[in-house]
């Protein structure tokens, strides 16, 4: 026990001096688990994957489509606004910058803003040129594995940062929504469903920027 604290700790330690650890931020080296409501059921015969609004033609994938979709991997650092930091995270999914360079979305000049659509009506919201950016996912695996249902099975959005990659804004992790059904791409924003209840639009993870 008092062996994993100290380890904990020295880890702690080495990503405050490399900058990696936001100010009111502590490491874990669990993943902890929150969310509203309950975990959906996956029935992957039914589920789709929708994308909408300011774009040229509405699209549509089942999951067996959404599964042939182009896929890279994405090492990051991901920030609970609960305080906790998670580093080196492995992920594996569908970037939606690629499917807009690949022409398998084709955004609409007055595209600025994008709604993530999950289970039960949770939303989240964030500014197109962070969906764009290179540390935000569509996620279906972590650490090699499939996403466990608890952490969004069988999708979900993910955004962290990037040691190497500075110029990259970082939000906390509930900007990246679990169980994703959909994306909405919008001309004016639209707070998500913890921005309604009080948390902060932007959610800066360098700012502190917890609650509006």
């Known amino acids: 026990m008092f ?15 490399e900058g990696r650890l936001p100010p009111g ?18 029935n992957p015969a039914t589920w789709d994957f929708r994308v909408w609004g300011e774009v040229e033609q509405e699209m549509r994938w089942s999951w067996e489509q ?5 896929r890279r991997k994405l090492v990051m650092d991901i920030h609970c606004v609960t305080r ?5 995270t492995q992920w594996e999914g569908v970037s939606v910058r ?13 595209a600025r803003f994008v709604v993530q659509h ?6 989240a919201n964030l500014p197109l040129e962070i969906v764009l950016a290179d540390n935000f996912l569509l996620a279906t695996h972590f650490n090699g594995e ?5 952490h969004g099975y069988p999708l979900r959005g993910v955004i962290g940062a990037m040691p190497d990659r500075p110029d990259l804004k970082t939000t906390y992790f509930w900007k990246g929504a679990k169980w994703l059904r959909g994306l909405e791409f919008l001309a004016h924003d639209e707070p998500g469903f913890w921005e309604m209840a009080g948390y902060h639009n932007e959610a800066d993870i360098w700012k502190e920027e917890r609650f509006d």
């Open 66 to 70: 959404f599964n042939a979709l182009p």
């Open 84 to 88: 906790w930091s998670k580093f080196d």
């Open 25 to 42: 931020q502590s490491l874990t080296q669990k993943f902890p688990v929150l969310h509203y409501g309950p975990v959906p059921d996956f």
């Open 146 to 150: 499939p996403i466990e249902p608890d």
């Open 3 to 17: 062996n994993s604290i100290f380890r904990r700790r020295e880890e702690e330690e080495r990503v405050r001096k």
């Open 98 to 110: 690629d499917l807009i360079d690949q022409g398998l979305i084709r955004l609409r000049p007055s």
């Open 118 to 123: 999950a289970e039960f009506g949770f939303t």
